[in-house]
């Protein structure tokens, strides 16, 4: 069963950074498919970042350019690098991971704050 825990989450000004990371137990990298998510206040979740089991990465236009998404084979973890963040990239976001030859989420975290004031 995959279980994924989130960590790095915080407060920051717009234009600051931050580095989430979701430690991955349950399976490995080499057949899994890895995403972020978020969900801001009243809105729905949206995927934010994703990357496959070959590294191949892909991300939402609103963030191209200043959030990198990765994964640490060795210490299965996976990262969202967040630079120049604004005021619209608050929500809670979440982790998830898929079977590469499936096409639905079987694993959650269970979310962390990012808050961004300008």
């Known amino acids: 069963q995959v279980h994924l825990v989130e960590s790095g989450g915080g407060s920051v000004q717009a234009g600051g950074s931050l580095r989430l990371s979701c430690a991955v137990s349950?399976?490995?990298?080499?057949?899994?498919?890895m995403g972020w998510f978020r969900q801001a206040p009243e809105k729905e979740r949206e995927g934010v970042a994703f990357i496959d089991n070959t590294g191949s990465t892909g991300y939402i236009s609103s963030v191209k350019g200043r959030f990198t998404v990765s994964q640490d084979y060795v210490k299965n973890t996976l990262y969202l690098q967040m630079n120049s963040l604004k005021p619209e990239d608050t929500g809670i976001y979440y982790c998830?991971?898929?079977?590469?030859?499936?096409?639905?989420?079987?694993?959650w975290g269970q979310g962390i704050q990012v808050t961004v004031s300008s």
């Open positions: 998830a991971a898929r079977r590469c030859d499936a096409d639905y989420w079987d694993g």
């Open positions: 349950g399976h490995t990298f080499q057949s899994y498919c």
